[in-house]
């Protein structure tokens, strides 16, 4: 069959190059003059199977009180006159509760594993190259309560086929030597040895380009306005292309992989999908041959803050915020991130300046990403994963196309029937 994918970032490029491997004609359009320019473009580099659990769980309402009104607060709630920010922000109290946390922890934790195994499978059959890292995540933890819990989280991930082990501070230095100088007071780490790390969008304009030479067709700089109705679903998708020419597309099944942008036009169908954008910055340094710079990713869980090397680059991201499609760089927001991360490592040392990024994640109140059939019948869903879109896209692309194709994906998983 032939089917649209819209959206050319990591969910879009991931679900384009499964559905092609299955023998599918796939068109991808994109309203960007390449593929991955907006939320894939510069994340914290991590595939982080051992970090399952979702920012709603049962300690997070008290954790957000105390963050209140801090503008380097990790997680930042900025009031706005939005029905949907504040109906986003009740069903995230909501899955704060426990048996939520548990049954979306799982969720995700079965989505992760399957993802990092097609990802190897993937990497394997191409030798596709993105400053990928084989050297794990190192989560650390700078205080003794927070370390207190260190063990049961191991405990957790092990139930799910997760390798990860509970390290003392001076532990965490052989992990990751760079820690030496570390001016926090580092209370110990958890270590999962079979995460990884690398460029998200290289990753993703590499197998754009691996698509295209298997014959996917890229449109570019092309506008989505609107989905068509069909005598049995979706008939057409109608876009503009970059001198405003207007078109209407039509293929034999539709996959959303919008993003954030993808609620707009599933309210046009009446289907409220459970979708907000939370903004997430990140800052990457160019680093000098020889800099005190980590190999190993590090995970500061106190502050929501990970590092990721990338070649000669040191990419730090984190935080959240609730502030509808905003996506103005908040200089005391990057400020934030940069000054931790020379907490933890001063001697940096880097080759020129900071780039500066913020980007809008798709998030669901539990993070369970939205993957399945909508009530169109020919329209899919591949969207909403929040913080673990780089963790998550391979897995989220194989079991979409088994989807589309009839075929019962390969994991057990809430998928959408909507």
């Known amino acids: 069959m032939h089917v649209i994918v819209l ?3 990591l969910a879009g490029v991931t679900s384009a190059w499964y559905l092609r491997q299955a023998g599918h004609a796939v068109t991808v359009i994109d309203r960007q003059p390449a593929a991955g320019l907006e939320t894939s473009y510069a994340n914290g580099g991590q595939i982080s199977t051992s970090h399952p659990e979702p920012w709603a769980n049962p ?22 006159l939005d029905w949907s920010q504040w109906a986003w922000g009740a069903r995230f109290l909501l899955e704060c509760l426990p048996g939520r946390t548990r049954r979306n922890t799982a969720a995700i934790a079965r989505l992760a594993v399957f993802s990092r195994d097609c990802l190897r499978a993937l990497q394997k059959d191409t030798d596709i190259e993105y400053d990928r890292l084989q050297k794990g995540i190192l989560h650390l933890f700078f205080s003794p309560r927070e370390f207190s819990q260190a063990g049961q989280r191991a405990a957790l991930l092990h139930e799910f086929g997760i390798r990860a082990a509970v390290l003392d501070a001076r532990a965490c230095l052989g992990v990751e030597p760079a820690l030496a100088d570390c001016r926090a007071g580092l209370a110990g780490g958890l270590f999962a040895p079979d995460d990884e790390t ?5 990753f993703t304009q590499k197998l754009a380009e691996l698509c295209r030479q298997a014959g996917v067709t890229f449109r570019y700089g092309t506008r989505i306005a609107s989905l068509a109705p069909g005598e049995s679903g979706i008939g057409g998708v109608r876009i503009f292309d970059a001198a ?13 992989a919008l993003g954030s942008h993808g609620t707009a036009l599933a309210r046009t169908l009446g289907e409220r999908l459970p ?7 990140s800052v990457t340094l160019p680093l000098a041959a020889g800099a005190a710079a980590p190999l190993v990713s590090i995970t500061d869980e106190s502050r929501r803050i990970v590092c990721s090397r990338l070649g000669n680059r040191l990419r730090i991201a984190g935080t959240a915020e609730l502030a509808g499609f905003d996506t103005a760089i908040a200089p005391a927001r990057c400020m934030a991130i940069l000054r931790r991360a020379q907490q933890l490592f001063p001697h940096l040392e ?15 109140p539990g993070n369970v990403p939205v993957i399945g059939r909508s009530r169109a019948g020919n329209l899919y869903y591949n969207t909403g994963h929040g913080t673990l879109g780089w963790t998550l896209a391979c897995g989220s692309g194989r079991a979409i196309a088994d989807i589309i194709g009839g075929k019962p994906p390969q994991i057990e998983f809430p998928f959408c029937d909507l």
């Open 7 to 9: 959206g050319a970032g």
């Open 59 to 80: 300690g997070a309402p008290l954790q957000v009180l105390r963050w209140l009104g801090r503008e380097d607060a990790p997680l930042l709630f900025r009031p706005r």
């Open 198 to 202: 690398g460029d998200a969008l290289l």
């Open 244 to 256: 405003g020419s207007s078109e209407q597309l039509r293929g034999d099944a539709y996959l959303v």
């Open 275 to 281: 979708i907000h954008p939370v903004k997430g910055y």
């Open 350 to 364: 880097p080759a020129g300046d900071a780039e500066y990024w913020a980007g809008l994640r798709p998030a669901t």
